[in-house]
Every structure is written in C-alpha cells, then in structure tokens.
C-alpha cells in the first residue's frame, strides 16, 4: 500500500463519519481516528508488521489457554450455587426498566419477597412499556440486568429464591 492509497483511504474514512478505522493485511496495520466526538485530534497511526513475528491474536490465545481451568472452576462453582435458584427471563426484546417512571421507586430490590403476578420491572419495546410480572413466589436474590439497559429475548433479568 503506497502513500497515495492511504491519503485517500483517511479522505474516505473522514468523509464516511466514522470515529475509527483499523485496517490489517499482511505487512501493515493502520488505525485512523476522526477524533469527531472528542476535543483533541488524536494522530493516524501507520504500523509495519514484521513477517517473521507472531500475530498478536497468537500471544494471545496462548495466556488464554493457560488461564481457562480457573476461569471454567469460577463458572462452575457460580453455576452450582445458582442453580438452586429460579431465573426469572425476558419475555421480549427491549429496553429494561426497574422503575415505573424516573421520578418513583424500584419494583423490586435485592431481598424483596414477591408473590406470583407482583410487577418485577418493565421492558420498552417499540415505545410500548410492557409490565414484567413473576411466575413463582420467593425473595429476589440477584438483578442481572442494570436499569435502562438493552435486553435479549430469554435473557435472565431476576433470581428468585423460592424457598
């Protein structure tokens, strides 16, 4: 890639709105930032990769190998002491809310005892809020989402402790 093929690709990137490009091939690796957004010009960045050096993804799936068996032990142990509890899903794709409206309290907070049919939170979808209500009685144990956070269908929202 000679000077002429990059000036216009920084053009290209500049006119597109993009904040940042990163480009990688064989010998080279560029990284241009707009700094749209930001009070300082940050700099463009041209990097030439030597042929013979390990590609940084190599390094680092080699300490990711090596840290996995206390990472799975971690998740496992985790799995273990959540499974006696009930996991209360997202019935729709949307926008969680723990609140109402801005101005009034939670539905439900960490210890809560709920009963079947109590509203646990709601979920914006296509400006409809729709009320999330539990299926089982029990005491909220976890919130696993954060207030105002983009959900998945079936993504765990609450776990209840229905003893």
């Known amino acids: 890639m000679d000077i002429k093929e990059i000036q216009s690709l920084i053009k290209f990137v500049a006119k597109s709105g993009a904040s940042e490009v990163k480009l990688e091939m064989e010998d080279i690796k560029i990284t241009i930032r707009t700094g ?3 009070s300082s010009q940050e700099p463009t960045f041209v990097q030439h990769i030597p042929m013979n050096a390990p590609m940084p993804q190599q390094a680092i799936q080699q300490q990711a190998q090596g840290e996995q ?5 971690t998740k496992k142990a ?3 002491e959540d499974d006696k509890y009930v996991t209360i899903k997202s019935p729709i794709i949307g926008t969680f809310y723990r609140k109402p409206a801005p101005d009034k309290p939670v539905f439900v ?6 009963k079947k049919g109590d509203v646990l939170c709601v979920i914006e979808a296509m400006k409809l809020f729709n009320d999330i209500e539990s299926e089982v009685s029990g005491k909220i144990v976890k919130v696993l989402v954060d207030d105002s956070s983009p959900v998945e269908f079936d993504q765990p929202l609450f776990l ?3 003893s």
């Open 36 to 38: 749209k957004g930001e």
């Open 69 to 73: 068996p206390s990472v799975e032990i």
């Open 78 to 80: 985790e799995a273990a």
């Open 109 to 114: 907070e960490v210890g809560s005892v709920i």
């Open 160 to 162: 209840v402790d229905p």
